[in-house]
């Protein structure tokens, strides 16, 4: 049990290595058992083919973003906003959340429409995310009664565009200060737009 319990956390930490690299379409099962060092039967006693490690992702994803992504209430709606855009930075934070997202970028680029569908469901439930922290604030009278759709999409795209930045900052070992204090100062001025 314990061989099986190691061999597959390997499996798995080398298939998100390669795919965040390569991409889906640029890895193969003999690409991920060489990497791993198993052999190609090896692999279909963990997973039934190579599509299913699609699943695994989104799956990993998903179980991230629903421990890590907790609004908390506050009512200084600065320091709600502040602090649930921290929670998020945090999130990215952690090496395999980032490479799980860069292989979420190229994935929802994906020519095959059920593969980029999938990914661009992760996407959908971060947007979704950003919705509760706008729906927040306006349900407890923190901010100007705007129309939502619109500063949710402001916050959604430079945020993520910032966090996208930040990742591959980070991926590739650099300093990653200036886009943390872009991100911080990006907050203050959303805030001062749509506060009360």
């Known amino acids: 049990m314990r061989n099986y319990i190691i061999t597959k956390n390997k499996l798995i930490t080398n298939i998100i290595e390669l795919m965040s690299k390569y991409g889906y379409n640029g890895i193969s099962i ?13 692999f279909y006693y963990y997973f039934k083919n190579k599509k299913s490690i699609l699943d695994l992702i989104i799956n990993i994803a998903n179980d991230i973003l629903l421990q890590k992504l907790i609004l908390k209430e506050n ?3 600065y320091l709600f906003l502040q602090n649930s855009i921290s929670t998020l930075i ?12 860069r292989i979420i970028n190229i994935e929802s ?6 593969i980029k569908n999938k990914f661009i469901a992760i996407k959908l439930y971060l947007k979704k995310y950003f919705k509760n922290i ?5 349900n407890n009278n ?12 402001d916050l959604y795209n430079n945020i993520i565009a910032l966090l996208n930045e930040f ?5 590739e070992e650099k300093n990653t ?9 990006f907050i203050n001025y959303f805030w001062n737009k749509i506060k009360k």
């Open 30 to 42: 003999r690409k991920i058992t060489k990497k791993t060092n198993i052999k190609e039967s090896t």
């Open 75 to 77: 009512q200084n709606g």
């Open 90 to 101: 945090k999130t990215f934070n952690a090496l395999t959340f980032l490479k799980i997202w």
């Open 109 to 114: 680029f994906n020519s095959d429409f059920y």
């Open 134 to 138: 706008i729906l927040y604030l306006q």
């Open 142 to 153: 923190l901010i100007k009664n705007t129309e939502s759709e619109i500063i949710i999409e």
């Open 167 to 171: 990742s591959e900052m980070k991926l």
């Open 177 to 185: 200060i200036y886009t943390e204090e872009k991100l911080f100062n």
